[in-house]
């Protein structure tokens, strides 16, 4: 672990994602520059605090411990003793930062392996069985594997029930019949299971393998609501009597010009009695950027949302947006595609063969997977929201959020901390090996984008002719799909009764491209989205599911 001296630390800008853990005397992190054999020799440091024990009152002993996690971050150990009651206590605090979003992880528990797998629960995160619907609140920090998590369950719920069955048996037969196939899943004879993990403060983890495939192992970052900033202590929730904010709080689009050509400013009243004009009477023109006052999802404070309309030649308009925040710092783009709901998903296969076809325009939605057989690669729905990029350009991005996961940020060795697995070190260093590759053009593979929206779009170079490279099947969407995507619930036509009825999906063709010139028309989307991502998206085009 590398050591830390806050005196030699670069000023930075302080922001509200500033750590939440005090500072403990004694716990320092090795500065980079020390020798890496001289730090793996070296004992970590464990501190001795006397605390006061809650069972007896009288004074028991705390040791902290600052340790990194594979894959994860620095976190500290925290153990409490008491010598005269024996009453004993252990917890785990994240030792970083409130990350700007909040993540949530799935797993699909298969087989032994899976139940060995490490999992972080921050006091801030819930965890849940989601076969049994039973869910392990907010509070107590954990770090254990899921075998362990599970025994936990299983033991708080075991407390008491000799005693329930003799005086609430009703009670006891409901916990009981939760119970049972719990303890089957702790002795490994009730695969599969689905567990989650949802962290507002983005600092619970559970641990990924390089061997997930089929949508086993999913992560999503999502923006926090108000109510969750509040409870992290980042922000005041909005008033109930109020509830947005007015337009005079929010500040000019950008402090150096850099969005100045955004236009119009449009005003965020909601009252049907104010003579402001609200949204129901503004034009949205394709190509035309517009800037709305929005709460900042990571501090709360007002911040802008630039958004444009686009129409990409051959297929439909699609909306960019990006969210820029000049209280912390926190920028995000995202695209949502427009029009109307297909009757059938679409199924794109790229086939990329050349340098040259790293270079094409790619539109992933946020409903749309994307598979890459060759390299083992794939990208659950949701996990990167909307992005309009070239095909190098997706590759990077997968590539980088993935080390971002398996890796702590600012390890610039990549060997995943001391205590990571040589096996699975060589798996990772595989792994990153073959989509490096991919990206610089040394490997041809097939790129697989799945969508059941059809809202996904690869570049055609000889459109509107097609290309034998590029290979499009449609499929019909499954019942559990629809109802996933929230289509079964859709009310859209007012039927005889002045109720709601639901209406057939149709489909429709895709937008033609108009008489401008084929070539001009490629190039003014990338023009457009360059466009917007300055206005206020990082460079990059970081992790973003945030919505318009």
């Known amino acids: 672990m590398a050591e830390y001296d806050r005196g030699d630390e670069r000023e930075v800008r302080e922001s509200p994602f500033q750590t939440l853990t005090k500072h403990i005397a004694g716990l320092k992190i090795q500065n980079g520059d020390t020798d890496s054999s001289e730090v793996e020799d070296e004992p970590k440091v464990v501190e001795t605090i006397e605390s006061l024990c809650i069972s007896c009152e009288e004074n028991g002993e705390t040791r902290l411990l600052l340790t990194k996690i594979p894959y994860f971050r620095e976190i500290i150990l925290m153990s409490f003793s008491c010598p005269y009651c024996g009453f004993s206590n252990t917890e785990v605090q994240s030792a970083g930062q409130i990350r700007e979003r909040g993540t949530k992880f799935t797993l699909k528990v298969t087989d032994l392996e899976d139940m060995d797998r490490q999992i972080i629960k921050s006091d801030t995160a819930v965890f849940r069985l989601e076969d049994l619907d039973v869910e392990m609140p907010a509070g107590h920090g954990q770090l254990t594997n899921i075998e362990g998590i599970l025994n936990l369950?299983?033991?708080?719920?075991?407390?008491?029930?000799?005693?329930?069955?003799?005086?609430?048996?009703?009670?006891?037969?409901k916990i009981d019949a939760i119970v049972q196939p719990l303890l089957k899943m702790t002795l490994n004879q009730n695969f599969p299971f689905t567990i989650t993990l949802d962290d507002p403060s983005g600092n619970s983890w559970i641990e990924p393998s390089s061997m997930d495939k089929d949508s086993k192992y999913q992560k999503v970052e999502y923006p926090r609501t108000a109510e969750q900033n509040e409870s992290l202590g980042l922000g005041e929730a909005p008033d109930e009597t109020n509830g947005h904010h007015t337009t005079d709080e929010f500040p000019p689009p950008s402090p150096n010009g850099l969005t100045a050509h955004v236009v119009p400013q449009i005003p965020s009243t909601t009252s049907p009695s104010d003579d402001t004009t609200t949204l129901e009477d503004v034009d949205i023109l394709a190509g035309q950027n517009y800037s709305l006052p929005t709460a900042c999802p990571g501090c709360t404070h007002p911040a802008h949302l630039n958004l444009q309309l686009l129409k990409i030649p051959y297929f439909k308009e699609i909306v960019v947006s990006a969210v820029m925040c000049l209280h912390c710092n926190y920028r995000s783009s995202d695209v949502k595609t427009g029009g109307?709901?297909?009757?059938?998903?679409?199924?794109?296969?790229?086939?990329?063969?050349?340098?040259?076809?790293l270079r094409r325009d790619i539109l992933k939605s946020e409903t749309c997977c994307v598979k890459i057989e060759e390299i083992g690669v794939e990208v659950t729905p949701g996990t990167m929201g909307g992005r309009f990029t070239t095909v190098e350009g997706l590759l990077t991005q997968i590539r980088d959020d993935l080390k971002s996961t398996v890796f702590d940020v600012g390890d610039e060795e990549e060997d995943g901390g001391d205590s990571m697995p040589e096996d699975k070190r060589k798996a990772w260093e595989i792994f990153f090996n073959k989509i490096d590759e991919a990206i610089q053009g040394e490997l041809q593979y097939t790129i697989l984008l799945e969508d059941p929206l059809a809202n996904s779009y690869v570049q055609n170079f000889q459109a509107p002719e097609p290309e034998p490279k590029i290979r499009e099947e449609e499929y019909l969407r499954s019942e559990e799909v629809d109802e996933e995507l929230g289509i079964s619930d859709m009310r859209t036509r007012m039927g005889d009764g002045g109720e709601y009825e639901r209406e057939e999906v149709q489909g429709g063709d895709a937008v033609a491209g108009g008489e401008e010139d084929v070539e001009a028309q490629r190039a003014r989307p990338a023009e457009l989205v360059s466009q917007a991502t300055v206005a206020g998206a990082s460079e990059g085009s970081r992790i973003s599911d945030s919505s318009l």
């Open 153 to 173: 369950i299983l033991g708080d719920l075991e407390a008491g029930q000799r005693r329930r069955k003799k005086e609430e048996p009703e009670l006891w037969e």
């Open 340 to 357: 109307e709901v297909p009757a059938k998903g679409k199924k794109i296969f790229l086939d990329v063969r050349e340098p040259e076809d």
